[in-house]
């Protein structure tokens, strides 16, 4: 059974900076494009940041120059590095795996950013 499974969330002060980790097991890894997702309170999840099985990364427009992702493939690992938080990043974060008409998620994890 395939797992992502989400860590690093919680809470922070706007301005701050918390990294989430996503960790895979049973698939090969390295195949996958990864991908983190969020979804606020009523609204629609939406793409946060994408990253290829070699490497090439998408971000939204909304977290371009202050979130970074990165994979270990050795590890199964894919991260999300968040900087200048803002409140309008409050939302449960998804990891997501993707390759041909395979896709995964996690169970997502709460970011909440307040003053």
């Known amino acids: 059974q395939v797992q992502l499974v989400e860590s690093g969330g919680g809470l922070a002060r706007p301005g701050g900076s918390l990294r989430l980790s996503c960790q895979a097991s049973?698939?090969?890894?390295?195949?996958?494009?990864m991908g983190w997702y969020r979804q606020a309170p009523a609204q629609q999840r939406e793409l946060v940041a994408v990253i290829s099985s070699d490497g090439v990364t998408n971000y939204a427009d909304s977290v371009k120059g202050r979130f970074t992702i990165s994979r270990d493939n050795a590890k199964k690992m894919m991260y999300l590095q968040k900087n200048s938080l803002s409140p309008e990043d409050t939302a449960a974060y998804y990891c997501?795996?993707?390759?041909?008409?395979?896709?995964?998620w996690g169970q997502g994890i709460q970011v909440t950013v307040f003053s």
């Open positions: 049973t698939i090969t890894f390295s195949l996958y494009a």
């Open positions: 997501n795996a993707q390759w041909r008409r395979l896709e995964y």
